[in-house]
């Protein structure tokens, strides 16, 4: 008999997370009371928000509880309903947990996708899922790029970044990316057309201060930033007047017990910029919208988001950990069946 | 025959400036060459801005060049003129240096001036000056308080910091000040009209934090920032969800060779807030709806913007310092003639 696989937060992280502060348990499939259903999930997605959930301190939702397995965006397939609305077999996406089965209760995230429409679920984790949706409400309403500006992207290899370039360019941006390694920096040039790439592994705030500089010497219009520390400090070092920070995603500073900081915060200040934090879920609304023209930009061939899809509801800890070790290719996804 | 003391930067300082960055020159009073004029300076505003003016560092204006004396916003009396807008004996406030005569070039920043209006010509550098300005500006522009809403100013008991509360109060809003020490929190609560005064003197991060979330539960909706690092950091973790920050200064950072930076970043992603560097320069159009209304309010006795004026130009180094040192009671003044 097939049972409930879940992968349980049971110690919060002290810095990065290790193997000892999860667990998988092996529990019963729930079964549905009236109103609620039962998904079985097949992909999940991770992220480095579920990073944040797992420490115990304000965010916009509460942390995950120790002893509940880990909150996550999943894709699958309803198992069995007492809600009219769902029926056995329809495809659904949801906020959910990295578990084999969720009990969904009504009035949750959950909607039902068609998967007929794309070539593989996946997508509505990443080109169509909160991805795509990031990048494009990221960069668009949040920055508001304008043919010419110069968009200065960090952690620009990975799924989001590498988006966001490659939509400052359908913009008409000049387009620079930071990212770590050589592999990656030719990436970002030929797979995504960025017109600058630098490297900023081995580097000092101030040499990869300089090398932007060298590639904007009138400093950036728009940064978009993912990663947070010595990169953010660099790029601050490189601002144009009154230029627009999209701050989407800090993610050298997740795991570390003392952080870093932002120690150029002046440069915001004597270049009157500003910065703004961005949740995709602000602009829940005009999902729809966003959708279309990302599907036009991507059947005419002028936007790409990889995908990383790792195997293995058991393999859950070693894919997690690949989006701090910088080794994922595109977004980070769990096949769980 | 008299001479032009001039206050000169003469090393870069590493960290808090030091008597040996600067040094006192004797000159000739320069003579005005045709379309400029010679300004006897009375008053000269100290302010945090000029340490950021001593870095070789990208700013909204050159750094001070080595030799030259310390670029100040002063107040005097024209003391020769070779421009016909400008006679002997006007009243003008410019962009000028600490010096006893300044040699102003037409098109610059400097403005007659009626100081038959007010109680002192100083008056014109404080309430009627930048720092007004300052706190009307950042407050009202930047951050639209609505009634009601949780106003957190830090560097509470300086000129700005104690205006800003004070606009914060007369437009509906609760308000909390931090400062330094016992003294000043009394004259938050007793001169300034505050809600709260916390005392942010030896206190860790966590227990600032603490003290500022038990006076404002639901998380402050605008910061008003004078002072950065681990202020900065304890009023971040009390951020409401779409918090405005108004960045005015980070006094506390300026003369830091190792800088604390900004650790909690973090949490203007996850409240959606938006972090705006202010430079009152940007307003420049609106100064003079600004300033009527800004009287009125001094007349009502609903403001009061305090003056600490030091005597003598030979002690214009240790008189700057009492920005960093906290002893200074209201808008530092350099009184020079």
Chains 1, 2 share one sequence.
């Not at 198992?79 to 969904?104: M, T």
């Not at 949750?108 to 593989?120: A, E, H, L």
């Not at 390694?181 to 000092?204: H, M, N, Q």
Request: glycine content about 10%; charged content about 20%.
């Amino acid at each position: 008999m097939p049972v409930n696989r879940r992968f349980l937060l049971v110690r919060r992280p002290v810095g990065p997370p290790v193997a000892e502060d999860f667990d998988i348990a092996e529990e019963d499939i729930p079964v549905p009371a009236a109103g609620s259903f039962v998904v079985r999930n097949h992909y999940a997605s991770l992220d480095p928000a579920q990073r944040g959930w797992m420490d115990d301190a304000p965010s916009y939702m509460p942390p995950i509880a120790l002893g509940d397995p880990v909150r996550a965006t999943t894709i699958g397939v309803v198992h069995a309903s007492a809600n009219p609305d769902f029926a056995a077999g329809d495809w659904v996406l949801g906020l959910n947990a990295i578990e084999d089965y969720s009990l969904v209760q009504p009035g949750g995230f959950t909607m039902k996708i068609d998967v007929s429409q794309v070539p593989s679920p996946t997508k509505f984790l990443s080109a169509m899922g909160a991805v795509g949706l990031t990048a494009y409400f990221g960069l668009l309403v949040d920055a508001k790029p304008q043919p010419g500006e110069t968009l200065l992207v960090s952690g620009a290899a990975g799924a989001v970044g590498s988006a966001v370039g490659q939509i400052g360019k359908i913009k008409g941006c000049r387009v620079i990316g930071i990212a770590g390694g050589a592999e990656k920096c030719r990436r970002l040039i030929a797979d995504y057309g960025f017109d600058v790439a630098i490297d900023y592994r081995g580097k000092s705030v101030d040499a990869l201060a300089a090398e932007i500089r060298a590639a904007a010497p009138d400093g950036a219009n728009i940064i978009f930033e993912n990663v947070g520390g010595d990169v953010f400090d660099a790029e601050l070092m490189n601002l144009a007047l009154h230029a627009r920070i999209v701050l989407c995603g800090l993610i050298s500073e997740y795991n570390s017990a003392e952080r870093v900081g932002a120690r150029n915060l002046w440069q915001i200040l004597v270049k009157c910029a500003t910065l703004k934090g961005f949740l995709v879920a602000e602009h829940v609304a005009r999902f729809g919208e966003a959708g279309v023209e990302m599907a036009r930009w991507i059947s005419e061939g002028r936007l790409r988001i990889d995908e990383d899809v790792q195997e293995g509801l058991e393999n859950a800890y070693p894919a997690f950990m690949r989006l701090f070790s910088g080794e994922n290719k595109g977004k980070l996804i769990l096949k769980i069946a």
